[in-house]
Each structure stands twice: as C-alpha cells, then as structure tokens.
C-alpha cells in the first residue's frame, strides 16, 4: 500500500470511530462488570475510568469504580470515588458501608467512629457492614467494650454477616475463650465449605490458641482449596511446616504453587523463603530483587533480602536491607538478629543496644535478645550489664550451651568464682561459639584479672583469626592498664585484619591524644574520610577533635551536621548535634535539628526523647508533654516518657499532674529513684514537708545501704530551714551509708551551722582513713575558695592534681587562682584543662583570662566571644568578655555587653561591679 492509501484508510477509521463514538457508557460498565466476575481488576479499571470520562456524573460507574480500587488495595483512591458517589445522591445504604470500609484501610479510625457511630441504614446488609467496620475501628482505638457491642449489632441486623462472625470469633480468642472462637468458626464452614477465611482463621486458632499444629494445618489446607489464591493461607502452611521440620512437604506445597500462581508475588516470597531454608543463598537473592524494587516497603521481602545478603557477606547491602525493614516494622526477630549481629560484627556496640532496647524494656526479652545484648555490652566495656544480661538469658533458656556459660556467671556472682570461672573456661575450649569467651572476659574484667582477661582474649582471637573484634578488645584491656605501646600494637592488628574497622582507628587516635599528638589523630580521622567520604562515625570522632582542640562553637557543629548529612538515616549524628546545641544553650537551634530528625526518622524512640527536651529547653511544655506521652505510649514498660511529661507539667505549673506523672513511673519501676527524688523535691517546693519526709524515709528502707534517702530527707530540712536536724540526719548517714559523698555534705554542713572543730576533726580523720579520696580533697579546696583562702585552695587542688595529673576541674581552678594572686604559669595549666575537657565554658573563661595575662589579648577575646555565643545566658562569661574588651580599648563593644547584663536587674548579682565598669565605658 502506498503513502497514499495508507493515509486515505487510516482517515476513513477515524471517521468511523467518530461517527460511533467508541462504546457507550452501558457498554463499558457491563463491560466492566463482566472484567470483575472474571477478578480481572485491571481491565475492569480501565472500563469503568473510560465510562467517567464520557460521564463524570454517572454514579452506578463511580461506585463500582470505588470498590474496585478498594478490592485493590489503592484506599485513597477509593476514598475520593466514593464520596463522588456520595455526593450522586445514591442511596446512603449502599455507598456508607464501602466508604467506611475504605477509612478504615486508610487508618482513619477516630473520624469512621465520630462519623458514624450512631448511623442505621436501610438494609439489614448495610447494617452488618457498617457496624462490623465501626467494630474494627473501635477495636484499634483501644476501645474494646465498643467493638463487642458494634458486632453484637451487625449479628443483630444480619446474624449470618461471615466478616461480622469472624470478628465476633475473633475478640473471643482475645478473651481467652479459643474454644468458644472455634465453635463459631466451625459453624460458618459447616454451612458454606467454601469460606476461605474462616478455614484461615480456624488454622490461627488451633496453631496459637490449641497449640495443635496438625489441625492447624488441616486447616489452612481447606483455606487455599476453598481459595487457591488466598496467599496468607499458603504463607501460613508453609510456615507452620518448616516450623515442624517438614521441609520436603513445605517445598512440595511451594513447587504446585509455583506451577499454579507463578507470577504472583507471594508465591516468589514463598520460593525464595525456600531457598534460604536450603543455604541457597544467592538463589534468594535471585528470587527477592525484583521483589525488592516492585515493593520497596514491604519489611517481610527486605528482611529476606537482608539475611540473603549478609549470608553472602555482602554486610553494607545487608545493613541498608535490614535496617529499612526494622524501621518499617520494629521488632522483625530475624531482621533485629542479623543487624545487631552484623553491628557487633562492625564495632557499632551502641547501635546493636538500641535496636535491642525495646524488647528488653518490653519486660520480657528472648533468650537470644539478652546473649545478643550481653556481647553488646562487653564490647563497650560495660562488664557489670554484660554479665546481668548472659545470667538473664540463663534463666530462660537452661539448656542452650550460652545460656551453661550464663549460669557459669550467676555461679561468680553469688560468690563461687573458682567454680564458675572454671566452667566458663571448660565451656570455652569445648564451644566453637564464642558466648563463652564473652563471658569469661566479662567475668575476669569485672575482677580487676586483666592478665587473665588477656589470656581469654587470646583464645578468642585463634577461635576468631579474621576477626578484628578480640584485637581490638586486647588493645582496650591494654590501654585501660596504661601500656600505650601494646595497646597501639593491638589497635593496629585489628586494623590489618580490617582496613575500614573505624573502632580501632578510634583507638589508636585515643592513644595519640593522650600522648598529646593531636594532628596524627587528626590524620587518622581524614584517612579513614579519604576511604570513604560518607564514614559519619569518623566525622563524630573529628567534631570532637575540633571541640578538644578549641575550634570554634560554628565548626563544631558544622561538623555535626555533616555528619547528619552523610548518614540521614543515622540516630546517632542527629542526637549528638541536638545534644551539642542544647550544651551551648542554642535551644532554637537544637529544636530545629530535633524536629528535623524526628521527621526523617519518625520511629525512633530517641529522636522523640531528644526532641521532648529540646522543646522544654524552648519552654514549649504543651509540645514538651505530647512528645513524651507519645514516648509513654511507644514504651509503656519504660518510664522514661512520664520523667519527661512531669519536667513539662511543671514547665505547666500543673503541679497534680506532675505528681501523677511520677506516681506512675513508679507503678512501673517501683524503686525508680529518679522518679522517688523528683517526687521528694515536688512535695517540698508545694510545703508538703510531712509527705516529702515519709518518701524520702522510704528510699532509706529500700536502700538502706546507700546515702541517696538521707540526702533527700535532709534536704527537706534545710528547705524549711531546720538546720540543725538536717545536720542529724547527714550523721546518721555518715553511720549507715559511710562514703566520700556522705562525708562531703556531713563537713559541708557542721561548717555551715558554725561547728567548725569538728568538722576539723572530721576532714583529718577521713583524710587519714581515705587517703585516696580525692572527691574530699576538691571539697575542701572549694570552701577555701569561698572564704577567699586563695592559697589553701590553691594548695588542696594541687593535692588532688597529684594524683590525678589530668582533672580538669582541678587544673583549671589551680590556673585561676594563680591569675588571681598574680602567678605566672596560669595559662599552661587552663589549656591543659581544655584539652581534657573540651567545650566547657568555664573552663574556656579561665583560659580567655590567662591567654589575656599572658599578653595574648587578641586571642582572649576570639576566645570569650566564642564562648558567650555557646552560653549565651550565662552572665559571668559575657562579663568577662565585658572586661577583655575594655582592656582592649574597645569601650562600644564593651557597652553593648554590660547594657546586657544592666538589663538583668536583680537576676545578676553582680551589678554593682556592672555599674562600676559602665562608668569606665562611658
């Protein structure tokens, strides 16, 4: 055919599609209709959106257009056809029901039970329908007696409703009656076989409720005959036969389906759980990608991605899986197994915590979750919860060889060391795990035996040659015993065995610090940048080098929030710079990173934490108390969320609530005695002295070893002003709970009621007995100072820095004491203090003061600007910068601040040198 006729013909088929218009809007409805009674959806869809386009207002189109897209699982669009419907004016009995239904997928269960609740439509049917979904939405808004009496009603209007029976049949399970469940399930498949959820919710019956798995079984048998597509049905079968160890008939079941339903998603799910079962790894890897990209939120085929990829060693493929499917659904056992497993692998101890931390606070953790948590702990050094979590996992589970090695420390911790300590080293050389290594080292650490501990570690490390784990604890050990040399040697093995381990380039930089060699630890952070650009954990480790080395308030937290960049998905960057921001009081800043956070990461319990008190660093107590009610309800086992609402409820002045909040917490954790000291100060500051009393006498039976009750009750009376009987209550906790602390407040007290010979006779005596007190000695250097016994102060403080040559209190109030009696040297000591304790502003104060003695004024004032910025409403410091900026001449600058703190008032106590400094400025 030439151009010509090619053209002729194709204008001739356009004029008779014209002339006919394609098909007419009955056309495509039936058409439409008979698409559906063939469940092909798909084509139905297209039918029905054509016959809109010809007729927006034809409401039969727009209603089966709507319950198509609910059949589909697209909610939202059903939503917006039905209320098109709706508003077609068709009978409310019949688009109410699918509309409710549709609210309801879309999570809008408060707005189904506000809309609702008190609707009768015409139809028995629409009855039944609607109420059965009311039930649901009551049932998720924790609204049980609710739920009951809505399907009481749907059996009322329609008693053979099936969707109604089975919820019926299913809050009966909830109350305990599976027995009664069952009889109802039974009854709906003897009159119709065919009612493919009723077997299923049979086989959930019998195989959680009965514990019988044959039945259970049988049943999701008759589930897929009834309905060979009901994929939870074929999903539960293959499940409880692996679960039995029938894994030929699991992988038969799976192979007819393959035949029957290849090109169902489920069924390559199903396939591909298979094949993991049979170490085919790449073969699940095979089978999940297209999975993975078809459904990029679905934590059930990322979980099986992840284990796929971390069996094959690819860890960072692995990491990126698995931790999308727990932040998609936390909680997933194998998803939370493998990634902390994978995080210990890689050194990232505090990450493996907190994805176990809500299964430990949900009061009763696995077996598995407590040895996974102990390893966790020991590997940060935390000996004590390490060994308190293997005895844990000990009590439940007695027979697995971890859960001997935990029973081993129970037997240590009850004073039989040579015993346990014996079996866990029996255990060890017998056990090609490594539980028992973890716990031999715990043990022998907690102990003070480093040698013996090393020994330990040695063994691990030939159990584990490729591993950079035992170096790296080896180098740990070392370096906690001062033996810098080895430690190095250790950290550097590790990093052999691992070029990219960043816990032992930490280490090795640590050891660089220490010797005062700040740009190799330097070198090392930008070395393991250079290896990868994105490494947020060596961008933390170079903010803190930046706040050790005195880098200014803006690049340090630039730094952070690089780090927040590199790694969004990160928690640990985004609570360090919140936490950063909140130190140097840029509470608006630290706010906007929470909210930030709390938006990328919605589901994490820490970001809701940190965001809570950043909001009442803001003074926001309203948004303060509805993040940590939030908390309370994510963590009900936890009371951290009610610490949190009674810090806002008394931001609120709603002192009763506050005392609720508290009262609460300790229904959960009963000696919680941040909660009982909170509690304390709330009764004294409302004059309720009696109730304070009485609490503060019960933290003293609870603890009556301990000096935290007396101290509490002691403080109530000096609140109201009872000396003398706060001064009693301090000696009779010196008697019972003798300690450093103790001793301290006892001689604070007799000076402060005029005893000064005794409490003479108390520092010397304790001094004797407790040479090594070094806590005492600072107390004693303190009240030298407040008496303006520059000297004696001076004097206590170096005996303190005797034996502890890096205190950076101590080095930085010996330095302002020598500025103040005009010594020299003052500076040296004020940076070695900043070295140590990077970013406090007081220490950076005496450092502005002594680079200013010491002609460096240009320096000082860099310095104190930087430091007022970081604590802005801290007065001292800005007078300070008032005073540098003054002795540089610069008399503008200097009013600016001292018209800041004139402004104070009353809130400054030293106004009066304010005034005098004023008239200088002038």
């Not at 039974?186 to 065919?194: F, P, V």
């Not at 799976?254 to 759980?273: F, S």
């Not at 003798?738 to 001793?743: C, D, L, R, S, V």
């Not at 003479?760 to 100072?785: E, I, M, S, T, V």
């Amino acid at each position: 055919m030439n151009t010509f006729a090619r053209t002729a013909a194709a204008i001739a088929v356009a004029t008779l599609l014209a002339a006919c218009g394609g098909p007419s809007e009955a056309e495509l409805l039936a058409s439409a209709q008979d698409s559906l009674a063939r469940q092909d959806t798909k084509t139905a869809t297209i039918s029905l959106k054509s016959a809109l386009q010809k007729n927006p207002e034809l409401a039969e189109a727009r209603l089966l257009l709507g319950t198509t897209l609910l059949a589909s699982g697209d909610a939202a669009g059903a939503s917006v056809e039905l209320r098109k419907a709706s508003q077609l004016k068709l009978p409310e009995a019949r688009v109410l029901p699918p509309l409710a239904r549709a609210l309801l997928a879309s999570g809008e269960d408060r707005r189904i039970v506000q809309t609702w609740a008190a609707t009768r439509l015409d139809t028995p049917e629409a009855d039944a329908d609607l109420s059965t979904t009311l039930a649901q939405a009551y049932l998720r808004l924790d609204q049980p007696t609710q739920a009951r009496e809505a399907v009481d009603a749907a059996l009322r209007a329609l008693p053979a409703y099936a969707p109604a029976k089975l919820l019926k049949a299913r809050l009966l399970a909830a109350d305990q009656d599976v027995d009664g469940a069952i009889v109802l399930v039974d009854e709906m498949t003897a009159a119709d076989t065919r009612q493919a959820d009723a077997w299923l919710l049979k086989g959930q019956l019998e195989q959680y409720g009965r514990r019988d798995a044959q039945a259970a079984i049988a049943a999701y048998r008759r589930a897929v005959e009834a309905d060979p597509r009901r994929m939870a049905a074929h999903q539960a079968l293959v499940g409880l036969l692996v679960a039995g160890g029938d894994i030929a008939a699991a992988e038969a079941h799976v192979q007819q389906l393959v035949k029957t339903q290849p090109d169902i998603a489920g069924t390559q799910l199903l396939q591909a759980q298979i094949a993991y079962l049979r170490a085919d790894y790449e073969g699940v890897r095979r089978l999940v990608q297209p999975l993975v990209q078809a459904t990029p939120n679905n934590p059930v085929v990322l979980q099986l991605a992840g284990a796929a990829e971390f069996q094959l060693r690819a860890l960072p493929q692995a990491e990126t899986l698995l931790a999308k499917a727990v932040q998609l659904q936390p909680g997933m056992p194998l998803a939370t197994g493998l990634l902390v497993q994978l995080y210990l692998r890689t050194g990232q101890a505090d990450k493996a915590l907190a994805l176990l931390q809500p299964e430990l606070d949900g009061g009763k953790p696995r077996a598995e979750t407590l040895l996974l948590a102990g390893q966790a702990h020991l590997q940060n050094g935390e000996a004590r919860q390490a060994e308190a979590a293997f005895a844990q996992a000990a009590r439940l589970a007695p027979q697995d060889p971890r859960a001997r090695t935990a029973l081993a420390l129970g037997k240590i911790g009850r004073g039989e060391a040579a015993a346990g300590l014996g079996e866990l080293e029996s255990l060890a050389a017998s056990d090609a795990g490594i539980g028992a290594d973890m716990a031999l080292i715990a043990s022998q650490l907690r102990r003070g035996e480093r040698a013996k501990a090393l020994k330990a570690i040695d063994a691990l490390d030939a159990k584990r040659p490729q591993d950079p784990t035992p170096q790296l604890m080896r180098g740990r050990v070392l370096l906690a015993s001062g033996e810098r040399a080895a430690a190095r040697s250790a950290f550097e093995n590790a990093l052999a065995r691992d070029a990219a381990y960043f816990p032992a380039v930490a280490g090795l930089a640590a050891i660089d610090l220490a010797e005062g060699n700040t740009a190799a630890a330097r070198q090392r952070f930008d070395a393991a940048l250079a290896r990868d650009p994105k490494n947020w954990r060596a961008m933390l480790a170079l903010a803190e080098w930046l706040e050790r080395t005195g880098a200014g308030a803006d690049a340090v937290s630039a730094q952070y929030a690089a780090a927040v960049k590199a790694a969004p998905g990160e928690v640990l960057p985004r609570l360090r710079l919140i936490d950063e921001r909140l130190a140097r009081r840029d509470t608006s800043g630290a706010l906007a990173a929470a909210r930030e956070a709390a938006a990328a990461l919605p589901s994490n319990r820490e970001l809701l934490g940190a965001l809570g008190r950043a909001e009442l660093a803001n003074r926001d107590y309203q948004q303060a108390l509805t993040r940590f009610q939030k908390l309370s309800q994510l963590q009900p086992r936890s009371p951290a969320g009610l610490l949190g609402q009674s810090d806002a409820y008394i931001g609120l002045k709603d002192m009763a609530a506050a005392e609720r909040a508290l009262k609460s917490a300790l229904e959960l954790v009963p000696r919680l005695l941040p909660a009982q000291q909170a509690l304390v100060a709330l009764y004294t500051g409302e004059g309720r002295y009696a109730e304070a009393v009485g609490l503060a006498r019960e933290i003293q039976k609870q603890r009556p070893a301990e000096a935290a009750g007396y101290f509490a009750e002691a403080a109530v009376e000096q609140a109201r002003r009872k000396p003398e009987a706060a001064l009693a209550i301090y000696r009779t906790a010196q008697q019972k709970a003798p300690g450093a602390e103790t001793a301290i407040r006892l001689h604070a007290a007799l000076h402060a009621a005029g005893q000064a010979e005794e409490a003479g006779r108390l520092a010397a005596g304790w001094q004797k007995q407790h040479p090594q007190d070094l806590a005492f000695r600072f107390h004693l250097g303190d009240l030298a100072l407040t008496r303006q016994d520059w000297a004696g102060a001076e004097a206590r403080y170096r005996e303190v820095l005797a034996r502890q040559p890096d205190n950076p209190l101590a080095l930085n109030n010996v330095a302002w004491l020598m500025l103040r009696q005009g010594k020299p040297g003052a500076l040296a000591l004020a940076e070695k203090a900043n070295t140590a304790a990077p970013g406090q502003p007081a220490l950076r104060d005496t450092l502005a003061l002594a680079a200013a003695a010491e002609g460096q004024l240009p320096r000082a004032l860099a310095l104190q600007k930087d430091t007022v910025q970081r604590a802005p409403e801290a007065p001292a410091l800005r007078l300070t910068l008032a005073k540098l900026l003054l002795q540089s001449g610069d008399k503008a600058a200097a009013r600016v601040e001292l018209d800041k703190l004139n402004k104070l008032g009353s809130g400054f106590d030293g106004q009066a040198e304010v005034a005098e400094l004023l008239k200088k400025a002038s």
